[in-house]
C-alpha cells in the first residue's frame, strides 16, 4: 500500500537533499542533525498551534450550537479567523507580574507546562513511519512526559501568590495524582494486548475492524476515556478552573501571551489524549481504504475531540469529593479488575 | 557520537548545581523544583546511556509521583511554605563530618576501581528485557519491596483513620 502523498517519503527527500547541501559547504555533520533537530521541532510546533487555532474556533462554534446561540461568525468565513484575532489581541496585550508573585518561577510555569505538552507529540505515530521519533517505549515515554505539566500547574497557582490560584493548583494536583493510576492501568491492558510498548507496534496490532481495542477492551477504553478527560481538567472535572468558585483557577493571575501560553497546553493536551485514544482504540491509521493512512488517523482524531466538547458542554461539574470518589473507589479497582481478567484470558488462550 | 559526551556533562553540571540549590534555598518551594531538576537531569543520564526504560521510569515515579507529592505537602504545610526558613540546625557539624566520611570512601572506592576501558556504545535495553531480568532471577527481592510498600500504605491509612477518629 504507497500513496503518493506519503508526507514521510517528503520529509526523507528534502532532508537527504539538506545533508547533500550540507557536505559541499564542509561543516561538521552533527551541526547538521542539530539543524534537523530544531527544523523538525518547528515543524511540529507550527502544526500543533494552527491545529490549536482550528480548535478554539471549533470550540466555540460547537459550544454555541449546543446552547442555541450562534457563536463568533465576523471575523473571516463563518468566523474562522476568529482565533487570529484572539491571538493577536493577547500578544497586543500587557503581561502583569503580580506585585508579591515569585518572579522567576512564575515566568517559568507556562513553559513548563507547554514543554510538557509539546514534548508528548514526539513519539506519536500519525501515519505508518510518519512519527519524529520511534521510541520503543512510545506510550511509556507520552504518559511520563505529560505528568511533567503538572509541576507548571503548581508553579503557577503558589507563585502567582493568589488564593486562588494556590487551591486551584492544589485541587489540579489532587486531580491528576489520582486519575494517573487509573488511566495508566487502562493503558496497561492494551499493552497487554498488544505486545508492546510501541505506539506504531500497537496500531499494526489493530489492522482488522474487529481487532480495535475498543472491541476486545470496551473497559480500559471507557476508563481511559474518562481518567483523561479529567487529566486534561475539563468539564465534568473542571474542578481546579471552576469559574464559580476559583474564577479561573491556577491561571488567575496570568494575563496577555503567558495566558494564550496555558491556553495552548491545554489544547495540545486535549489532541495528546485523543490521538492516544486514536492509537490505542480506535485503530490509529487503519481505515477502509480509499483514504490516506493519515486522513484516517486525523478522522478518528477529530471525532474524539468533538466528543470531548460535546462533553463539555452537556455534563454539569462533579463536586471534589465526587471526583476522588470516582477515582479511586470506582475506576480504579475496575481497572485493576480489567488488567486481573486480560491476564487470565490471555494465560487461558 | 561526539556530541553526546558534552550533553553528558551538561546534564551531570545540571544535576549537581541544582542538587546543590535544593539543600541551600531558603525557600522549600524552591528546594522542591530543583530536586525537580536535578532528577530530570539523572533521567537525561541514563537515557544517553541507553537504558530508556529506566528514564521512563524515573520521570514517571520520581518527578510525576514523588516530587509532586513533596510540592504538595510543601503547599499544604503553612509554616514551611512561603517563608524563608534555614535549612541547618544545631546538629550541621555532624551532618557535614557523615556526609564527607561518605564523600571520602565513595571517593576512595571510585579511585581504586578499575573501569572498562572500551568505548563499545551501550546496549538498549528494552522493557521486556528489563521485566524477565526481574521476574525470574530477583523475583525474591521485588517481591519483599511489594510487601514494604504494602506495609507501608497500610500504615498510613492507619495513621489517617486514627487522626479522623478524634
Known sequence: MKYIYDIRLIFDFVFSLGARLWELTGLPLWLYSQIKIVVIGSILLGVISLAVMFLIWLER?????????????????????????????LLAKENITPANADVVVYLLAPMVVFAAAFMAYIALPVAPRLVVNNFSLGILYILSISSLGVIGILMAGWSSN?????????????????????????????????????LSEI?????????????????????YFVAATAEINRLPFDIPEAESELTAGFHTEYSGIRFGIFFLAEFANMMIVASIVTSLFLGGWHGFGFLPPIAWFLIKDAFTIFTLIWFRWTFPRFRMDQLMNLGWKILTPLALLNIFVTGIRMFIK | MMIDKYIIYFF????????????????????????????LSVAGIYLLMGAEFLAAVQVLVYIGGILILILFA???????CDKSIAQTNKQKFWSLAASLAVFAI??????KTQFASNTITPRVVSAAEAGLEIFSGNILPFEAVSVLLLAALVGAIMMAGRENEK
Open chain 2, 12 to 39: 551531570s553540571a545540571a544535576m549537581i548545581i541544582s542538587a546543590l540549590g535544593v539543600v541551600t534555598a531558603r525557600n522549600m518551594f524552591h528546594s522542591g523544583l530543583l530536586l525537580g531538576v536535578s532528577l
Open chain 1, 203 to 223: 496500531v499494526a496490532s489493530q489492522k482488522n475492524f474487529f481487532d480495535w481495542h475498543i472491541f476486545r477492551q470496551p473497559l480500559a477504553f471507557l476508563i
Open chain 1, 162 to 198: 493568589n488564593k486562588y490560584s494556590l487551591i486551584g493548583g492544589m485541587r489540579s494536583a489532587a486531580q491528576m495524582i489520582s486519575y494517573e493510576i487509573p488511566l495508566v492501568l487502562a493503558v496497561l491492558s492494551v499493552i497487554m494486548m498488544a505486545g508492546s510498548l510501541n
Open chain 1, 61 to 89: 462554534r460547537l459550544s454555541a450550537h449546543f446552547q442555541s446561540r450562534i457563536g463568533p461568525n465576523r471575523v473571516g468565513w463563518q468566523g474562522s479567523l476568529q482565533a487570529v484575532a484572539d491571538i493577536v489581541k
Open chain 2, 106 to 111: 565513595l571517593t576512595a572506592s571510585i579511585i
Open chain 2, 74 to 80: 510543601v503547599m499544604l504545610t503553612h509554616k514551611i
